[in-house]
């Protein structure tokens, strides 16, 4: 399977660019997410890449093979790309039986008679539908349909898998269970594959690296877990769970760890050295399961980053509590997984889960 290399893809429709310097490489056999806001240019990026649009500007590669180069200009059709892709808007052909609407690619690739029906079987097959090859798709169940999209993007053995929003009609238990069957489909056949959405825990939990857009541009590439643990933009932070964010300027750096002011109260901060150097505004982001909470007033006295806060409201979400608290004035979430009752909890705020960022808002007023 080739590797997808896509540089320096900027597009434009009218006065509105959509795409600005998109560059990214998807590695063979692997599991590459775009994920972003609703707009930001994510099914555009993946119908360049598939050949149904065409850019302003960059190169688009499989492999060795060219699909687009501006300045080359080179552009290669559609169907000359050899990739299998499932629309956003998934929908299967209504009036066609599940086994026609999978033999349709072979057709339109003129393979005919038996090698066709053994190869459309092969695939349903693959994803489990063979005892469905006859009915019509108003006779399945959503994740049915699903996968005979899939089915029908996997026919003709692609090299490259295009999948945009795949699951969107799904709800959220089948949804579950498609991410499961797909990501064991995707590592048994080895596909390249390139995946849209805007669900941040189906990007998590499914890909091996994960592409944060916002507005046309990417933000950050990297593993699930260090774009969740190490954003390096408040937007990536936020748009990856729940995060507290708290601004204040630098006070010192010593010994790889830097003491941030908190605006608004006296409190300081201790974390790892990153973005900022003494004097700086910074944004401090916390993950609240990283918090850790105690009744002990004892533990107080445990060095750094340890505070009293207020109580605002908990509440009981299953496997954890959510609480909302108040520390010198600024709220505070933090999930744990014991039930405290007291109206005063000990928050402790471990150096290495704080993350330091440029502040953005700060730059830009200057
Ligand atoms: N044919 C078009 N003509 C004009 N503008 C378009 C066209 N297609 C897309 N756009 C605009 O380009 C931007 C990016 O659209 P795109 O479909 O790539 O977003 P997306 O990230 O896939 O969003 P979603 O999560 O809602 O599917 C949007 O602002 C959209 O309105
Ligand atoms: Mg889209």
Redesign the pocket.
């Known amino acids: 399977m080739p590797e997808i290399a896509v540089d320096a893809l900027s597009m434009s ?2 006065t ?1 660019q ?1 795409l600005d310097n998109v560059s990214f490489t998807v590695h063979e056999r692997e599991f590459l997410t775009l994920l ?10 993946l119908m360049s890449v598939a050949g149904f649009l065409r850019p302003d500007s960059g190169r688009i590669s499989c492999g060795t093979q060219a699909f687009y180069d501006h300045a080359a200009k080179i552009y290669l059709a559609a169907e000359d790309r050899n990739l299998g892709i499932v629309f ?1 808007s998934y929908a299967i052909w209504p009036h066609m039986t599940v086994f026609e609407n999978v033999a349709f690619p072979l057709k339109v690739r003129k393979v005919k008679g038996e090698p066709r029906r053994r190869r459309v079987m092969e695939t349903l097959g693959l994803v489990e539908m063979a005892d469905y090859a006859a009915r019509y798709p108003h006779e399945l169940s959503g994740g049915q349909q699903q996968r005979v999209a899939l089915a029908r993007a996997l026919v003709y053995s692609p090299s490259v898998l295009l999948l ?2 795949p699951f969107s009609n799904l709800d959220a238990k089948l949804r579950e269970r498609a991410r499961t069957w797909l990501m064991g489909l995707q590592r048994d056949l080895g596909l390249t594959t390139l995946f ?1 959405t ?1 669900d941040q825990d189906e990007a998590l939990s499914l890909s091996d690296r994960i592409v944060v ?1 916002n507005k ?1 541009s990417i933000l950050q590439v990297g593993p699930p877990e260090e774009i969740y643990r190490r954003p390096d933009h408040r937007f990536v932070a936020e748009f990856l769970g729940h995060c507290n964010i708290f601004t204040g300027h630098v006070t010192h750096v010593q010994d790889q760890l830097a003491t941030v002011q908190l605006d608004t109260t006296q409190q300081r901060l201790t974390l790892p050295v990153g973005a900022g150097a003494p004097g700086d505004q910074i944004d401090v982001v916390v993950r609240p399961e990283a918090i850790i909470l105690s009744e002990d007033l004892s533990q107080l006295s445990q060095g750094v980053n340890t505070y009293r806060a207020k109580v605002r409201s908990r509440a009981f979400l299953g496997d954890h509590y959510v609480y909302e608290l108040e520390l010198a004035g600024l709220p505070l979430t933090v999930t744990h997984p014991t039930a405290f009752s007291a109206a005063e909890l000990t928050v402790h705020i471990p150096v290495e889960a704080c993350r330091a960022m440029t502040n953005h808002t700060e730059t830009t007023l200057i």
């Open positions: 429709f009218g509105n959509v972003g806001p609703s707009g930001c240019g994510k099914t555009t990026t956003q945009d929003e849209v805007h857009m046309g």
